[in-house]
């Protein structure tokens, strides 16, 4: 979907979260303007921004995989450079092993310890939005997980996620290999667009979105430094999402059918 060209970069240059290195920021990210590793949360904030706009109030948000709490420091970071009326009511942060101490530094509040491919996804509510960004990448039977995760998304709400992404016909020779080889934590499955389509379908999502996010990682080289590589990259991705690199998508929970009056 090309309206991903029409989003704003401009807070990837200045953006104090990128330019401090902290919550686990990589340094050939912060030594440059338009760092393409970056991504990863730009997707997820402007598919949130977008939400929030759809809604016309603040949302309740989950999300899973959290690591060390960059998404949300970009998140509030856009924000302020941006000047967004994007909010939120909670963030709750999930994940198998949680980072307590960095979290809370992070400004996350309510912490949930919770192994997406051990038992249920158990949570005391249902979100708005859940956002799902390099997960499903690490997990054996990311179709199951999904299946969870719908089940704590209330309905008309969003998921949000992305990772690795190779052409279709290279998934399975791919993901052979990566069995093969992955070290605890490891990559061990590997999507292709169709995949992502199928995966949301399995657990009664419709895909809204799904965009590819470069055509070249050039991890803190000069290009970086130029806001047209940025764009050409974001471009490319747009056209092109199976791609060989890195693909970010949304899908809804279809709400019940509002019943007229008799």
């Known amino acids: ?31 440059v303007r338009y760092p393409i590793r970056l991504l990863r949360y730009w997707f997820g904030y402007h598919l949130l921004r977008e939400e929030y706009g759809q809604k016309g109030a603040p949302l309740d948000v989950c999300e899973i995989g959290v690591d060390t709490g960059q998404m949300l420091q970009f998140a509030e970071s856009g924000k302020a450079l941006t000047r967004d009326s994007v909010s939120w009511n909670t963030w709750t942060a999930v994940d198998a092993v949680l980072k307590r101490e960095q979290l809370v530094s992070a400004g ?57 992404v190779i052409p279709d016909f290279l998934v399975k020779i791919r993901q052979r290999q990566l069995r093969k080889t992955a070290k605890p934590m490891g990559h061990v499955s590997v999507f292709s667009p169709r995949r992502v389509k199928a995966m949301g379908a399995q657990a009664g999502l419709q895909t809204e979105f799904l965009g590819g996010a470069f055509f070249m990682r050039s991890n803190g080289r000069w290009m970086e430094n130029h806001g047209g590589w940025m764009r050409f990259n974001i471009a490319f991705g747009a ?9 970010y998508w949304s899908m809804r929970k279809p709400a019940p059918p509002v019943l007229s009056p008799m």
């Open 1 to 31: 979907m090309l309206k991903q060209t029409k989003w704003n970069i401009s807070f990837l240059d200045g953006n104090q979260v990128v330019r401090s290195g902290a919550f686990g920021i990589p340094k050939e990210a912060k030594a």
């Open 108 to 164: 996350y509040k309510d912490l949930v310890e919770a192994n997406l491919e051990a038992g249920d996804l158990t949570l005391d509510r249902q979100y708005d939005v859940v956002i799902l960004l390099h997960v499903l990448e690490h997990l054996f039977d990311p179709e199951a997980a999904m299946r969870k995760i719908s089940g704590v998304v209330r309905p008309g709400g969003l998921v949000i996620g992305g990772f690795p």
């Open 239 to 247: 056209m092109f999402p199976g791609w060989p690199g890195e693909i």
